[in-house]
Every structure is written in structure tokens, then in C-alpha cells.
């Protein structure tokens, strides 16, 4: 393979990598300082701030929304938690069209509290994402469907590859698409089979490391570098599926959340201009 | 599916699972007096005890030794570390084949120190089973690839899937099986066909749960019935696909390490009758 590469990658910052100092407010003015041209907001910091007034401040600033994190979380226990979570949903997709945002990325869940039954949480997944479908398509907002490591199966996403992925995005059809995160799928031994299946399909494409030892399911990711994740080689495989967009870079790490957000922005800068 | 459960499935007893505070024979003496009829010794205890004594104690006491934990860890960072680890694991055949075990237990190894080439490892893996594969014909010992969760990938096992292990099975031919633990692959969303395609090749079983949280990515197996994988099903797709043999269980955690042996063998006892 012999794509070019190089300051033609474009970064976005996904706000929770800096999510214990900085509102959207810090980040947006962060990644105008920084010279990062992308932001991908938590719905957290989002209502904090109003979705309108954040809408008009990303759009003054210049920013791309990358996504908008996170729909998803459909499996419940019963027929009402289902539901609310469908009216979630949809307040999510309205947010993402007023953010323009290239897509809704959606953390699918995982099993209800006390069930072993993981057919049935995929179940409530995919028809999920079919109640929701049709507000996304009539809004414009790509729903992305991120495969989650195999470690969070059972809490946060029975989505666990993007074969897994594919699949729904074959079976339901337009208005769907893949977020391919590096730290999710990097194991996968079909991975790039997989990736070039998603040509046209992928919709984002995230970015961090997997460190050596781990030692926390959710809050030990590793800054880009720092781990044995082959980034560059899973980036080459998006960009031959056509993928040309933005890498988000989105840490959800406890030592990262330590540290000052400027320095932190500056390693990911300097990351990223190193591996692409 | 309607296949008859109950107090046919042979139980064994993994010596990890009480390995802070039992050697290989308090092990023997412990499943003699639990009634527990198999048992799968890890090297480290095997070696304490020596081989020979070992195997004649383990046949005295009448027990099947269900596996041997472990061949594998191939990948290094040079041919020298390659070949230590083939002659190792000839040691550790000629020790299964001493032991009449029903397989080696393969756990492949991960990323050799530094490095991030997966597809490099895996090629290492590959590589070296089929260097140990004439003498493990020779002795009459299968090797069960096990593969294992892709949160070991990095430093445990490059080998993640089942159809990844199948796939090492179709290409390097007869001697070859699988070991499925179910902590390893019950969130596949491919199980239910890979497993049909082990047919006749599934080496061992092993059971342990995945606990909600889980705290730890090594140390923090639960005990079967504790956590959220319907172990009970993915058996009945083992017997679907012929294996009709024990389900051995192996707990790596630091809670149960802590309780009193014979505590835990009653607990598993428990466990397994109420499962199968």
C-alpha cells in the first residue's frame, strides 16, 4: 500500500479526552488555539452549554463536528426502559443535525442488569436502531455504528466488531455507517477483511492506544504512541476503504484527565503529526 | 435444542484456580475427597512435584488429566527466543504424553516486547506450532489452541477468535484442537457458527464467568454462576458439536486465591451441579 500521508490527515478533538477541566467552551477555544479543526462533543458537556448556543459558537470558530457522542444504549429491562431510551435517541439525532455534525455515534449497550442473555440484548440493539432510523435519514444525521472491544461486552456494547457492525448496516440499510476506533478493533484477526467491506460506510475514525499492561477495562487508554496499536497501518486501511475525514483522537484515561488540558492538546498534536 | 444435562458432565478441577495455597498434591488429594475425576495440572506445580511422581500419583488417585496448562508464548524478539520456546514446548509435550493428557493446552503469546506488528506475531505463532506439530503427533498429544479474549491480545495471545484458532486447525491438519473457555469467547458474535464448525475438534472445555465489573483484565475471572455468561448454553453448542467430555473449571482471581481450598472445590462442586 503507498497512500501519502503527512499534515494532510485532519485532527479533532473529542471533548471527553479533557473532560475533567475543560467544558465545551475550554475545548472550543482549546482547539482554535491549538489549530485542531475538529471537535467531536459528549452530549454531557453539550446540554451544558445549550445545544443552540454551542451550535453557533463551534460554527464561529470554524470547527467540523466530527460526531456527536453518544446514542445508543438501547437493551433494557423492560418494554419502558426500551422506550426512553428510543426518546433519548432521538433528542440525540435532533442535537447532531443542529451541530451538523458528520454523524451520530452510537454506543450500542450492553446486557440489561441481570440478564445473561446476549441474543436478546443484540436483539433490542438492532430494533433500536430501527425505531430510530427514520428521524435520522429525514434529519441527515449518519448513524455510526461503533464496535466496542469485546471487554465491554457485557456493560456497554454487545456491538463488538465490525463485522458485527456491518452486518446491521447491510441488513437495515441507508443512513447507517461504521466509527472505527483503533483501540476497539486493532486485535480483530478479520479486521482488514472487515475494513474493506466498510468501503463508503465509515463515518469516523477514532484514534488512541492500547498500553502495556492495561490496567483498567475503561479509564487506561493510551495516548497515540504509547501503546502497541499499529495506528498508521489501521488509517491506511480506512483511507483504501475511501475514508479521507478527520482522525478524532478520544482518550478516556485517568492519568490524561491529570494532567493540564494545553499539554495534553499538545502531545496529541505532536502524535498525531508524527504517525500521519 | 433439547440435549440432556444433569449429573453426566464430568467435572475438573484447573490448579490454577487454587494455586496461592495448594501444590499439585494437595490438588490430587483435594479432588479425590471432593469426588471431582479430572483434573488439569499447570507446569509450574507439575515441575514442583516432578513428572514421573506426578503421573503416577494422579493415576493412583484415578483421575483424567483433562489438559496441561500450557504450551504456547512462541512470539520473541529474536530466533533465539523463537527456538527457546519450540524447545519448551517439546518439554511440555513429552510431559503431557507422560501424563496421558487428554491435550496441551496452547495459550499462543503475544506481541513480542516493542512491537506492534500483529500480523508479525501471528505469523511467529503459526510458525511454531507447526515446528512442534511432528513430535506432538509422534506422542500422541493434541494441541488445543486456545484462543483467548482479545484483551489478552497484546501480551497473552494473538490468537483471539474461534474461527481463527479453526482456521489454524484447517491449515496445519491433523494433531490440532481447540480448547473453548467460555470467559474467552462468549461475547463472540460468531460463536454459535464457529462452534459448529469445531466439530470433532473441541479438546476442552473450561468455565469460568465474567463478572460485572470486572476489575481486573488477568485476576478477576468469577466463579461459575457469578457473573453474566450463560455457560449452560455454549456447553450444549459443545455437545451439539460432539464433545461430551469435562468442563474444567479455571478461576484466575484474586478473590477466590484468597478463600480456603476445600471452600472453594465445594463451591465449584455446587456450581456445577446446579449449571449442568
Known sequence: MNIPHGA??????????????????DCIEGCARHAIPGI?????VLH?????????????????????????????????????????????????????????????????PGSKDLPGARAMVREGIEAILPAARAAGVTLALEPLHPMTCADRSVLSTLGQALDLCD??????GVAVDVY?????PDLEQQMRRAEGRIAAFHAC???????????DRGMPGDGVIDIAAIRRMAEAAGYNGFTE?????RRWWGEEPDHVLAVIKERHAKSS
Open 184 to 188: 476497539h478493533v486493532w486485535w480483530d
Open 48 to 112: 451544558a452549554m445549550g445545544v443552540q448556543a454551542a451550535a453557533r459558537r463551534i460554527r464561529d470558530a470554524g470547527l467540523v463536528v466530527t460526531g456527536l457522542c453518544r446514542g445508543g444504549m438501547f437493551p433494557a429491562a423492560d418494554p419502558a426502559g426500551r422506550a426512553a431510551a428510543i426518546e433519548d435517541n432521538l433528542r440525540a439525532i435532533d442535537e447532531a443535525h443542529a451541530l451538523n455534525a458528520r454523524c451520530l455515534v452510537m454506543v450500542c449497550g450492553g446486557l440489561p
Open 8 to 25: 494532510t490527515i485532519p485532527l479533532s478533538l473529542n471533548t471527553v479526552t479533557v473532560k475533567e477541566r475543560w467544558g465545551l467552551a
Open 209 to 219: 492506544d492500547w498500553l502495556v499492561p492495561t490496567t483498567d477495562l475503561v479509564f
Open 171 to 176: 441488513r437495515l440499510g441507508l443512513g447507517l
Open 249 to 253: 483522537v478520544e482518550l478516556l484515561s
Open 40 to 44: 467531536s462533543p459528549w452530549r454531557d
